[in-house]
């Protein structure tokens, strides 16, 4: 019998297909003009994609099927992989059976341990991540089945299954590349436990507080639309109907960047590099300085701007409520309180800059940091595993309603130069 996530997805999906159709009756109408700017500028703004899991708007941020962000931050991530795929917040009987429907999954097969224990130990744990899921791929379902000719309905149903199998898997092989990467054993997985709380103790670190930020963690990152580096390509090789193992694993490779997901590690190297010039939480004015001097000689203020939003994106608000009540005396947190009153209004006058304000990876590594996680180069792989329910979800989706494989046009610079107005004076 169907899972209580499959047969809710059972009933949606016809409608979701009906939706298409009738859009694809409209197929010819125009949405959009394209800019120069736009060819030019990684298609800022061009609305290309499709994606019903979340949208992120400008002055309101993540909202995730209709519910801001800060509405969901205390909801367990495993409550918004319902959310995401099915539009719907799961009751109390869908939730225990997607619980347990992940942790009946959840073992990892002793290759990936072998896999990942062989690599040279200063790989990078994003890296160990990819070449994990990769290792998993010989697992797809969603590949054996197209190999034996599954008909196009189906698709959704063995990459869902894929899904499942992937995602219940990542908290242990995720936590397993920590204790790797700090030299300790592998701690098992407690499947009485919910998602979060389990991923924490497998970290090693005990205690409900820590639980609790590992919940939220995975929670606030699980989705941020489709046009994102590591969703856009996610979707991108999905859309060549690679399986999820290979679909995952690119995103999360895009998700490795310092613009994108990396930004979290970069963050906290910034705040603590603060803390040591200074030695210890510097006034505003000196911190004013340090900012000047640093935009002065090129270099990015880490967790600060971004392509879509224009406010304060609300995941940082919903970590610093978080950081307000359990880390109040805690020099980094206050570093990172006290950049939040200097940083805006400096990059405001960088005419350059379209968004001054703090993005979710400003403030995450400072609390990860209080609770002793203090190997920054693992932060982007805790990023991983909560944005894979995205992916995950945007994959599924997309295979429900049939969308065609990817293929924008590229242009030459000649055919730009050939299209654009001839400026006056040169004619
Ligand atoms: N510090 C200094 N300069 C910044 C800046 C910042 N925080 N944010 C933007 N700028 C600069 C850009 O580098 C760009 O400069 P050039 O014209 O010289 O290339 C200019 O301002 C315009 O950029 P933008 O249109 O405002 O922003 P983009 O969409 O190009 O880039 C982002 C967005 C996030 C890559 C950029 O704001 C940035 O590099 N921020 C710091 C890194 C960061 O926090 N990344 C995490 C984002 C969240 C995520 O995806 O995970």
Not at 33 to 50: A, C, F, S, T
Not at 185 to 211: H, I, K, Y
Not at 378 to 389: K, Q
Request: hydrophobic fraction near 40%.
């Amino acid at each position: 019998m169907p899972g209580a996530l499959k047969s809710k997805l059972q009933q949606k999906v016809p409608e979701w297909r009906k939706q298409r159709q009738e859009l694809l009756a409209h197929g010819e109408e125009k949405l959009a003009d394209l800019k120069v700017i736009q060819v030019m500028g990684g298609l800022r703004g061009l609305p290309g994609l499709v994606c019903d899991t979340s949208v992120v708007s400008p002055d309101q941020g993540l909202v995730v099927r209709g519910i801001p962000i800060g509405e969901l931050s205390n909801r367990l991530p495993e409550e918004m992989l319902y959310l995401l795929l099915t539009g719907e917040l799961p009751g109390r009987e869908a939730l225990d059976d997607l619980r347990q429907e992940l942790s009946s999954r959840a073992r990892i097969p002793g290759y990936v341990w072998k896999v990942l224990e062989a690599l040279p130990h200063d790989t990078h744990p994003m890296a160990m991540f990819s070449v994990a899921l990769l290792a998993l791929e010989r697992e797809s379902v969603f590949r054996r089945h197209y190999e034996d000719g599954m008909p196009k309905e189906q698709y959704w149903e063995s990459t869902l299954e894929d899904c499942l199998q992937l995602l219940a898997r990542l908290p242990a092989v995720a936590a397993g590349i920590y204790r790797l990467h700090i030299g300790q054993a592998r701690l098992p997985s407690r499947p009485e436990l919910d998602w979060g709380a389990d991923f924490a103790q497998m970290l090693g670190v005990e205690g409900e507080e820590f639980a609790q930020l590992m919940r939220l963690y995975l929670t606030l990152h699980c989705d941020h639309e489709g046009g994102n580096v590591s969703a856009f390509t996610s979707h991108t090789v999905g859309s060549a109907l690679s399986d999820a193992y290979y679909a995952v694993a690119a995103g999360l490779n895009g998700l490795a960047g310092p613009l994108h997901g990396l930004a979290n590690q970069e963050s906290l190297h910034f705040v603590l590099d603060i803390e040591n010039h200074f030695g210890g939480a510097p006034s505003e004015a000196q911190l004013s300085g340090y900012i000047q001097d640093r935009l002065q000689h090129g270099q990015v203020i880490p967790g600060y701007g971004h392509a879509v939003l224009r406010v304060t994106d609300p995941r940082y608000s919903a970590f610093h409520q978080f950081g307000e009540r359990y880390c109040r005396n805690e020099q980094l947190f206050n570093i990172v309180d006290r950049l939040f009153a200097v940083v805006p209004n400096i990059l405001k006058q960088q005419a350059r800059v379209q968004d001054p304000w703090p993005n979710v990876d400003a403030i995450s590594g400072s609390l990860l940091y209080h609770y002793g996680l203090k190997e920054f180069d693992y932060y982007t792989v805790l990023f991983g595993v909560s944005r894979a329910l995205g992916l995950c979800s945007q994959l599924i989706l997309n295979r429900a309603v049939g969308t065609p494989i990817m293929r924008p046009k590229s242009v030459s610079t000649r055919w730009l130069l050939e299209h654009v107005t001839v400026p006056s004076h040169v004619s």
